[in-house]
């Protein structure tokens, strides 16, 4: 098993640009979630989705989409970059019944200018 | 509102020297406090499980116990492969299901 990739590693945008950071399991895992890590601020809930098909907001989803038309991928869009995004991308997944034992991915590294 | 303060923020140990780490919360009634380690650049790692107070779980150099409003991470006789920030995450019973907040974590450094 991979267990949890996130692509890109690293990524730099301009203001008002978009992107999405791609997040992908192969556990088949229910439950996945998107966090961002600042210095000083820790780990922070962005969105999850606890199956296909159903989505929600966690601490900081402004300025972020989701969605989830499969078990595996989680996708997440940054509508219009801004500098405040600027932060390291962690994608989790777990299972149903162990929900919070989550697999983390090995992050996106994202820089907006 | 849900509270997880953890301290210390950083701790320097030399190999062979034990610790512990502190991780206070409040959260309306504990579904299960959640033990997670990071290493440099890498994403978090569970550890462990906590769901009731007195209950104590252990991995390697690693020990975890709960009380009604604390938890601890105690690390005995520490390797230089033990540092990394360790973080936790209490649930409550009112909190979104899946949703982990996690504490700002203690960053251990363990030099030989």
């Known amino acids: 098993n991979a267990g949890v990739t996130q692509t890109p590693k690293f990524q730099v945008l301009k203001t008002g640009q978009s992107m999405t950071l791609q997040c992908a399991q192969d556990?088949?895992?229910?439950?996945m979630s998107w966090y961002r890590q600042d210095p000083g601020m820790g780990l922070r809930l962005i969105h999850y989705?606890?199956?296909?098909?159903?989505?929600d907001q966690g601490e900081v989803p402004n300025g972020y989409n989701v969605s989830r038309s499969t078990t595996e991928d989680f996708p997440l869009r940054l509508l219009s970059a801004a500098p405040s995004q600027t932060s390291v991308y962690f994608c989790?997944?777990?299972?149903?019944?162990?929900?919070?034992?989550?697999?983390f991915g090995p992050g996106t590294r994202l820089t907006v200018t | 509102e849900d509270q997880v303060t953890q301290s210390p923020e950083a701790l320097r140990l030399q190999e062979g020297e034990s610790s512990s780490l502190n991780c206070s919360y409040t959260?309306?009634?504990?579904?299960?406090l959640f033990w997670y380690r990071q290493d440099p650049g890498k994403g978090p790692e569970f550890l462990f499980t906590?769901?009731?107070a007195g209950e104590e779980k252990e991995k390697e150099r690693l020990k975890a116990t709960l009380t009604k409003k604390e938890s601890f991470l105690h690390i005995t006789a520490p390797k230089p492969e033990d540092s990394a920030t360790y973080l936790c995450?209490?649930?409550?019973?009112?909190?979104?299901?899946?949703?982990?907040?996690f504490g700002a974590g203690t960053q251990v450094v363990v030099t030989p």
């Open positions: 989790a997944s777990s299972k149903g019944d162990r929900v919070y034992e989550q697999y």
């Open positions: 989705s606890v199956g296909a098909g159903i989505t």
């Open positions: 906590l769901y009731s």
């Open positions: 995450a209490p649930v409550g019973t009112t909190d979104s299901w899946g949703k982990l907040q």
């Open positions: 959260v309306s009634g504990l579904r299960g």
């Open positions: 556990m088949n895992h229910e439950y």
